[in-house]
């Protein structure tokens, strides 16, 4: 029992005059830690008064507490989402804040915006403060297309654009006390100044691995940020990157870890270099409430055999004006066409439309020096990180073998290991290559449409991203079964790449719609000599 309680004294951090008076306050997010260790020394008698075990046991108990589920959102939500919901709603109802860390694929968003929309409801529309949800910059504008699906009633703001709109949609947001403002972690960053004047209802860090090097601007930045609840979220990992589980729970809970010296000295060195099983059990027990990973496989049951999902990137600054410039001139081109001129030009329209299918995957496609950005890429790229770093296998694929070979360039620069097939590559080799990637760590396979229609099995991929969106919808999913088929044990995720406001949003909503004009397009192996009229066309290219 004395050396229970020796060590709890230094855990805990009690000093020796409070333990003379009898009495030691400690941080209530140390109460399960204490019970817990108490649990395993019966030889402890402590009383523990009625607000201490029930802070317990609310802890303990998640499924328990009476939070009601948004109603709208009640048949959306999946079983594992639902408890993912408590989960988060008890955390902020006892003045803790946590990691949602499910896998990659699982709804954290959607988790996250279930909790968002039942606080909206509990305040009666009227929360009082803003929330604030700070993530990669090529995330933004997918928690905007989120919450305005899920969430319709939230008010959603963006902190984008240049620095007077953000601040004037800062001071607007703050007198109006309420509303969701969505921000880059590089933004947040430049912004901080304007942020540290506001006070947020609740702060969330979306790839939270972002700030896990707690010295870098971004991870200071989201710190100063005032908040009363705090959530991170991240697919990958923690519990085995222990500076980075440090800089996190320093943004969630300072001093919850206690000071970073102290923590590298009794449980970062002795785990990583010692193997030393005690100090890993100890942090583990440490966090274990605060942190909430499923795996695919923990939740098999409440999955579909595969998920798919839309991602948007907004296409900005050089890519945005070369795009805009050529539907101008495409369209210019038409008015002044008759029918019959059109009907014998479609070949050269068909070569003007995939120009504009190019510049939306990246204008470097196109125009040789491009130097600006590309939306998608960046988009892609977090993608593939994310799924690297959570131990997940990628098929990636493109129409473009060109839009491959940019891709290509980029993994290498970031030290992600891939394959490579196309049209050129021998059947020999394209079967050397499949069983290779069933079997070896490499985490990315790249395949160009042409190549990856017939006999590769990849089932070691449990992720699929289409990079740019095919006419033919018969083609693309019979890519993406190159993965999700016999013999695949996980759930496969479809992650579809979709510029906004351009082309490609249009060629989804036709193939979503099947209306007529989808089938007449997608009659041909490509888009082919589809018969449509030159209004239809317009249609297509007016967003």
Known sequence: GIRTLGRLKQELQ?????????????PRYRAMYLDSSLKENSGLALQKNKSFRSLVRNMKTVEDNDFEIPGELDNILRGYQKQGFLWIKTLKANGFGGILADDMGLGKTLQVIAFLLSEWKESGENPGRPWLIVCPASLVYNWKSEL??????????TAAGNVKEREELLKRVEARGKGVVITSYDLL???????????????????????????TQASRAVKQVSAGFRLALTGTPVENRLSELWSIFDFLMPGFLFAYGRFREELETPVVTGGDEEAAERLHRMIRPFVLRRLKKDVLTDLPDKIEKNMVAVLEDEQSSLYDAHVQRLLAVLSKQTEQE?????????AELTKLRQICCDPGLLFEGYAGGSAKMQLCLELIRNAAEGGHKVLLFSQFTSMLERLKQALVKEDISFYALDGSTPKLKRLELVESFNKDETQVFCISLKAGGTGLNLTAADIVIHFDPWWNVAVQNQATDRAHRIGQQNVVTVYKLI???????????????????????????????????????MDILRV
């Open 14 to 26: 009690i000093t020796d005059a409070s333990l003379k008076d009898g009495k030691a306050e400690i």
């Open 342 to 350: 059109f009907a014998g030009k479609q070949i050269q329209v068909l």
């Open 499 to 537: 510029a906004k406001g351009t082309i490609e949003e249009k060629i989804v909503s036709l193939q979503e719609k099947k209306k007529e004009l989808a089938d007449k397009i997608l009659g041909g192996e490509e888009m082919g000599m589809a018969s449509f009229t030159k209004e239809e066309l």
């Open 189 to 215: 960053r430049r912004d901080i100044l304007l942020y540290e004047k506001m006070s947020f209802a609740c702060e969330v860090i979306d790839e939270a691995q972002f700030i896990k090097n707690h010295s």
């Open 148 to 157: 305005e699906r899920f969430a319709p009633a939230l008010p959603v703001y």
